[in-house]
C-alpha cells in the first residue's frame, strides 16, 4: 500500500503555491507510505541548450568538492546547488551524456532524474520529515508528482523511493505490483534502458522510455503499457508539460481525480483533494479501468 498524489496547474497563476499544496496533499498520504516519500517538481526549466540532473548522495557529501571535480573534468560552466542530500547540476549539452561520466567518476553519487525541468527529491522517513528536509513547501513550479511508501517488495532505502525517472523529463509514482517485471527487466536491458534498483516501478518507468525511444507518443506508449505489464496499479505519470494518469484494467488500487479551471490533482486519497482552495467546487471521479488521462501545456 502506497499514496499518491499529483497536482498540475494550468496556468502560471498559482505556481508560486505549488509546493505549499503538494506538501499538505502528502502529509494526508502518511498512513498509506510511512516508509519514504518523495517528489517530483518541474520548476525553472532550462534552455534548450542546457541540462539538469539531480544528484543524490550521502548526507556526509562534498558538494563543494563534487563540483569543482565536475567544472575540472566535464563541463567548466556547470552550476551545482545542493539541498540536503541532493543536488541539482545544470550544465549545457547532451545530460545523458553528462551522465555516463558521472557514474563512472562518482562513486556514491546517484542520479535520480534528468532533463530540463524535472528535480526529483527522495528520502526514507515520513513524509512530513522529508518535505522538511527538502523545503518543499517553498518551491514553485508548474506541476508535480509525489509518492509515500510502504515497502512491500523490496528494501526501504534512498534509491528504492519513488519517483523513478528513466527518461529526459519523465517520471512515474506507483501504487500497486508488477508480476513480469523481472522478465521484462531483462527485456528492457537487452534495449538499452538503464535500472539502478530491482523495484518493478522503475520497469514500468523504463518501459515508458522505452516505448518512447521507438518513436511512440506517451500516450500511445500507456496504451502499450495496459497490454505488456502485468498486474495491479495505479500509474501517475509526468512529464516536461503535464501529467497523466492510468489504472490497470482491473483497477483495484484506489484512485481519485479532481479537476476545477485552475487545477487539475490526482490522489489515492479523496482527503489530500480537500486540502486543496477551491476543492469543494471541483468536478470529482474515479479514473476507468484502462483510461489514460492527461493533461498538458502547448510546448
Not at 14 to 27: I, P, W
Not at 101 to 123: D, H, Q
Not at 140 to 156: F, K, N, W, Y
Amino acid at each position: 500500500m502506497c499514496g499518491i498524489v499529483g497536482l498540475y496547474f494550468k496556468s502560471a497563476a498559482l505556481e508560486q503555491q505549488l509546493g505549499r499544496m503538494l506538501a499538505a496533499m502528502l502529509v494526508q498520504m502518511t498512513e498509506r507510505g510511512p516508509d519514504s516519500a518523495g517528489v517530483a517538481v518541474y520548476r525553472r526549466p532550462v534552455g534548450a541548450e542546457a541540462s539538469k540532473i539531480t544528484l543524490q548522495s550521502g548526507d556526509d557529501a562534498n558538494w563543494d568538492d563534487i563540483h569543482a571535480r565536475i567544472r575540472a573534468a566535464l563541463a567548466p560552466e556547470a552550476t551545482l546547488e545542493p539541498l540536503a542530500n541532493h543536488a541539482v547540476l545544470t550544465l549545457h549539452g547532451d545530460g545523458a551524456q553528462a551522465a555516463d561520466w558521472l557514474e563512472a567518476n562518482l562513486p556514491g553519487v546517484n542520479i535520480t532524474s534528468i532533463g530540463r525541468a524535472i528535480e526529483i527529491y527522495k528520502e526514507k522517513g515520513r513524509p512530513d520529515e522529508v518535505i522538511a528536509r527538502f523545503k518543499l513547501e517553498e518551491m514553485a513550479g508548474s506541476h508535480a508528482l509525489g509518492h509515500t511508501r510502504m515497502a512491500t517488495e523490496s528494501a526501504v532505502t534512498t534509491e528504492h523511493s519513488h519517483p523513478f525517472s528513466t527518461g529526459l523529463d519523465l517520471c512515474l509514482v506507483h501504487n500497486g505490483s508488477l508480476s513480469n517485471h523481472n522478465r521484462l527487466r531483462e527485456k528492457l536491458r537487452a534495449e538499452g534502458i538503464r535500472f539502478r534498483t530491482d523495484n518493478d516501478s522503475e520497469v514500468a518507468a523504463g518501459y515508458l522510455t522505452w516505448r518512447l525511444s521507438q518513436g511512440a507518443t506517451l500516450k500511445e506508449a500507456m496504451q502499450s503499457a495496459i497490454a505488456d505489464l502485468d498486474g495491479f496499479y495505479t500509474f501517475a505519470i509526468g512529464a516536461r508539460d503535464g501529467f497523466a494518469v492510468m489504472r490497470d484494467p482491473i483497477a483495484c488500487k484506489p484512485a481519485i481525480l479532481a479537476e476545477t479551471e485552475h487545477w487539475v490533482a490526482m490522489s489515492s486519497e479523496y482527503r489530500a483533494i480537500a486540502q486543496l482552495p477551491g476543492s469543494k467546487h471541483a468536478a470529482i471521479w474515479e479514473p476507468q479501468p484502462a483510461r489514460i488521462y492527461s493533461w498538458e501545456r502547448a510546448a
